[in-house]
Structure formats: C-alpha cells, structure tokens
C-alpha cells in the first residue's frame, strides 16, 4: 500500500482536500465479487475471490472531488491481496494549481513516485505537459510500510485499527504495482490504482532476507535467487496486462499508451478485459506442464477449458 497512499497523501495534502464525508457506493466491511464500480466509466474487474472494503475516504474542495478505496481479499483469517482504488476529478477547476500538485506528487514526491528508485523493478511512464500515465512494479517490506512507513505523515492509523479488530495478519513481503494516469486531455480525471499480493498466492519459495534492500525480488539481488526471477517474471507479465486493461477501462488517448509488448508478449492475442485471474491460472497451468506433471495433452485440454 506504501506507493499509492504517499501519492494520494501528499496530493490531497497540497489541494487541501480535507472535508471528509461518507462515500456513497462502498462502506467499510461491505464484501465484493468480480468488479468495483467507481463509476460507469471507470470499473475495475476483481480477481477471483471475496474482497472486503476495508477503508474509503471521500473528499470535497471548491470543485476537487477525490474518492478512494481500499479492498483486500483474505484467506485463512491473512491479507494475501490488497487494492486501492482512487479518482480524482479535476475538469475546470484551479487548473494550474492542481496540475502543479499532481505532478508534485507523482515526480517530486521524496518517498515514492513515478520515476526511478532502487527498490523500484520496473518503470515505465509517459510524461508530456500535464498528461503522465505511470507503471511501477516493485517489492516490498509489508510490515515496514503498514507499521512504519518512511513518510512520517503516513499514519494508516484506521486501517491499522480494522486490522487488529478483526485479527488480520499481514505478509512480511509483497509484491506490487502502481498504475496512474492524468490528463486534460481525457476530461481532467487522475485515477489511480495500486495492487499488492502475498508472492505466496504465485507459488513463490519462501523469502529469507525481508527488508526492501536485501530481499531477494530486489533487482540487484534477484539474479541469485532463479526460483524469485521465475516469480517476479511473473508479476511483471500480470502487472502490464493489468495496466492494458487500466488503460483501456478508462480509455486513455492511444498516444498516451505504454508500449508493454516485451512486458507482457501476449498481450496482443488477448482481448482487452481478459481476467488478470485466467492469466494467474494458465501461468500455474504453464509451470504444471514444464514440471512435467501434466502431458502435453491434458495441459492443452486444461488450457482449452479455462479459456471456454
């Protein structure tokens, strides 16, 4: 949760959004299934399983309108999947001021952003005048980051609370993505999206080393760890096709796309809404068969059926 919730903190904090009043669609513990509905245009589809809205704020400022939710799935009384989701509507109002706060946030901002860090995996950006679309994907220390995150002004302090009161454990390593895009150009919405996971829904072999530098999905690192390369080979392929799929939801200007062909190869045989759940099951699907444990014949005839 540390990229999004610096971000939309030092945003908010900037436009002085702070009147907060109660979001009108979610409410906290509501559970959801298949899709969140932000909106008519921007409805993100949910990977497979139950999620609980755990979080919500809205926010209203002469115009500004933020909303933002936090969801997370749990198996076995653990988080192992956390989203956040945010909007921001912007249209006509205080333009020049609101442009200077979201790029302070997005590129100034000295704890996360949208631009190189060194336990920052992958980024990817396109960034022209006031318009930026932005793909991060990194790891994580977890409990760093819940319980003592870098940005003194990060407090979690509700989510922490409905943490303890429904005695909910956390990983101790995670892997994420971080998705942003703004622009004028495309009626002055800023929507953002985070996705942090438990590498262990993946797979993953368990992590020995759990602070950010010397974890084993750092990118200095990671070459001496083959069966942590597999996984977070991983996670970028599912992270590009989840951000495709946040561009085309929102309908970004095509000149405004990232090119993450190399990042996800089949991206271009995919229809744009394919679940980022059916790419989680071929990729086990995949590994069964190069293990050996499927043939040849019942891996195409297990393709086949989740694909139907």
Not at 13 to 21: H, N
Not at 197 to 223: C, G, M, Q, W
Request: with cysteine.
């Amino acid at each position: 949760m540390k990229v999004f919730s610096t971000i939309i903190l030092t945003c908010l904090t900037v436009l002085l959004l702070c009147s907060e009043v109660n979001a009108k669609k979610y409410k906290v513990n509501d559970v959801v299934e298949n899709q969140f509905i932000m909106n008519k245009k921007f409805q993100l589809n949910l990977p497979k399983g139950k999620w609980v809205v755990v979080e919500r704020d809205f926010a209203f400022y002469y115009g500004l309108a933020s909303k933002v939710y936090s969801l997370i799935r749990i198996e076995n009384n653990a988080a192992v999947e956390w989203i956040e989701i945010g909007e921001m509507k912007t249209a006509g109002v205080l333009e020049t001021y609101v442009n200077q706060a979201i790029y302070q946030a997005i590129f100034k901002n000295k704890y996360d952003g949208c631009y190189d860090r060194p336990e920052y995996f992958i980024v990817k950006v396109y960034k022209k005048g006031s318009s930026h679309n932005c793909l991060v994907i990194d790891h994580s220390d977890v409990h760093k980051d819940f319980y003592t995150p870098d940005d003194p002004e990060i407090s979690n302090a509700r989510l922490k609370k409905w943490i303890r009161d429904n005695n909910i454990q956390i990983p101790k390593v995670g892997l994420s993505s971080f998705h942003a895009y703004f622009s004028r150009l495309a009626s002055g919405k800023w929507y953002l999206l985070f996705y942090g996971i438990d590498p262990k829904i993946l797979n993953a072999p368990k992590n020995k080393f759990v602070s950010e530098e010397t974890s084993e999905y750092h990118r200095n690192n990671i070459s001496n760890y083959p069966e942590h390369q597999k996984i977070m080979d991983k996670w970028v392929s599912i992270s590009a096709m989840r951000h495709i799929e946040f561009e085309n939801i929102i309908k970004i200007l095509d000149r405004h796309k990232l090119d993450l062909t190399v990042l996800a190869p089949s991206s271009s045989k995919l229809d744009t809404n394919f679940s980022i759940d059916i790419i989680n099951q071929l990729n086990k699907l995949s590994d069964l068969y190069k293990s050996g444990v499927l043939t040849k014949i019942e891996f195409e005839k297990a393709k086949k059926k989740i694909l139907d």
